[in-house]
C-alpha cells in the first residue's frame, strides 16, 4: 500500500472511530511500532489513538501485555495463540475498546520451513457485551503471508492490520 493509500485508511479508521466514540491500541512486535506511527501521523489522533505497545521481545510481550511466558514457549511469538493474548492484553492494559497486535517474521533472517520469512499473525480484540449486558471481548486472528523484504513485510503488515480495525468497525 502506498503512502497516500495508507493516508486514506487511517483518515476513514479515524472517521469510523470518532463517530462512534471509541479509541485504539496497537500491540506490535515485527512492525516496531510503524502502526501507531501511521495513526498518529494525522493531526488529531490523539481523539481516538488510545495507546501504543512496542512489545518486540518475548519478555516484553510477557511484561507489558501479559502473555504467558509459557504460552510463547509453548506456540512460539510468531503464532495464532500469542497474537490473540497480544491483542486482549492491550486492550485489558488500556482504556481502549478495540485493539490490533502483529507478530511476524519480517527477516531476512529468522524464517524456517514452518515459519518462512513473511509470515505474520494479526489479532484483533473488541469490548463488547453479551446478551446479559456483561462485558466481554471478542478476538479474531488471522495468519498472512507477504512476499518480498524486510521493509515491504512490515508495510503490508502496517497495512493489514489498519485495513482490519477498519473493517471492523461498522458506520453508525
Do not use: F, I, Y
Given at each position: 500500500m502506498?503512502?497516500?493509500?495508507?493516508h486514506v485508511t487511517v483518515e476513514a479508521l479515524a472517521s469510523l472511530l470518532l463517530a462512534r466514540g471509541q479509541m485504539l491500541?496497537?500491540?506490535?512486535s515485527c512492525t516496531g511500532g510503524l502502526i501507531a506511527a501511521s495513526c498518529t501521523e494525522l493531526a488529531?489522533?490523539?481523539?481516538?489513538f488510545e495507546r501504543g505497545f512496542v512489545t518486540y521481545s518475548n519478555e516484553a510481550k510477557t511484561e507489558l501485555l501479559g502473555v504467558?511466558?509459557?504460552l510463547i514457549a509453548r506456540h512460539?511469538?510468531?503464532?495464532?495463540?500469542?497474537?490473540?493474548?497480544?491483542?486482549?492484553?492491550?486492550?485489558?492494559?488500556?482504556?481502549a475498546d478495540i485493539a490490533v497486535a502483529v507478530t511476524g517474521i519480517a527477516g531476512?533472517?529468522?524464517?524456517?520451513?514452518?515459519?518462512p520469512?513473511?509470515?505474520?499473525?494479526?489479532?484483533?480484540?473488541?469490548?463488547?457485551?453479551?446478551d446479559d449486558g456483561r462485558a466481554t471481548m471478542a478476538v479474531h486472528a488471522e495468519k498472512v503471508w507477504f512476499p518480498g523484504a524486510r521493509q515491504a513485510v512490515r508495510g503490508a503488515t502496517v497495512a493489514r492490520?489498519?485495513?482490519?480495525?477498519?473493517?471492523?468497525?461498522?458506520?453508525l
Open positions: 502506498d503512502t497516500h493509500s495508507l491500541a496497537t500491540a506490535e488529531g489522533s490523539s481523539a481516538w504467558p511466558a509459557e512460539g511469538a510468531v503464532s495464532e495463540e500469542v497474537a490473540r493474548a497480544m491483542a486482549s492484553g492491550a486492550l485489558r492494559h488500556s482504556r531476512p533472517t529468522g524464517g524456517s520451513d514452518a515459519k520469512v513473511g509470515t505474520v499473525w494479526l489479532a484483533w480484540a473488541q469490548r463488547a457485551e453479551d492490520a489498519l485495513a482490519g480495525v477498519r473493517n471492523r468497525l461498522v458506520p
